[in-house]
């Protein structure tokens, strides 16, 4: 079966800092990867996603950057974190589009970053 | 734009009880719909897919308008672990792959 895995779970960080989450996906091969924030109050927004390795579509402009280095890895960072990038950060992965039933998203735990 | 929008709630239904929430949106292009479950700092969980004109599981049920662009979502026999926030979720197809417009959910309270 697949799991997804993320981490650090939680993370306190002061503004100006750096950052990197990462994201995991096991028992699956080429999945479509993507990064989602939900800021208290509001609804998941997509940041990123990717169909493949070093391949990265951005939603929206902002303060942050994706990678994907391997298959089944993908990577969230911030040369310089703001106050408004506190968050819940959500990693999701789904199957390759090949058929009517492939657009499910199965999200991992989640890391909740607060920036102080 | 494409938007998907419910009613924040809190629904509070005792035990037992049948609740249904509704959900519009604006994209008539989205394809499927998804109705995902998510508890208080967790992340979503899948609760049900709907493809065509709806899904039955269980003690849920869940219903597809395209005429109108709504979708609901009933549950029958509400238990306290019913308790969670419901996200509603539209689909449609980008540039290789699929994107999720997520509502920003409805808060169910089940309450003994």
């Known amino acids: 079966s697949q799991t997804i895995h993320q981490w650090p779970a939680t993370l306190v960080q002061p503004v100006g800092s750096p950052l990197s989450l990462e994201c995991t996906v096991e028992?699956?091969?080429?999945?479509?990867l993507y990064w989602y924030r939900q800021a208290a109050g509001r609804g998941l927004q997509l940041l990123f996603y990717s169909v493949g390795i070093g391949q990265i579509s951005s939603e929206v402009p902002q303060n942050l950057s994706a990678s994907r280095p391997q298959d089944r890895q993908f990577i969230l960072s911030s040369k310089k974190l703001l106050l408004s990038d506190s968050g819940f950060y959500l990693c999701a992965w789904s199957v390759r589009p090949e058929s009517l039933f492939t657009d499910t998203q199965y999200f991992g735990p989640g890391t909740r970053l607060t920036v102080l | 734009r494409k938007e998907v929008e419910q009613d924040p709630g809190p629904f509070n239904v005792p035990e037992g009880a049948t609740v249904a929430f509704n959900c519009t949106y604006s994209?008539?292009?989205?394809?499927?719909f998804f109705w995902y479950r998510q508890d208080c700092r967790k992340e979503p969980k899948l609760l049900m897919s709907v493809y065509s004109s709806g899904n039955e599981d269980g003690r849920f049920t869940a219903q597809l308008n395209r005429a109108s662009q709504y979708i609901s979502l009933l549950i029958r026999d509400s238990k306290l672990s019913d308790s969670a926030t419901y996200l509603c979720v539209g689909s449609y197809s980008g540039a290789g792959s699929y994107q999720l417009t997520f509502g920003k959910g409805t808060k169910l309270s089940v309450i003994p």
């Open positions: 028992g699956t091969s080429n999945p479509n």
């Open positions: 994209n008539s292009a989205s394809q499927s």
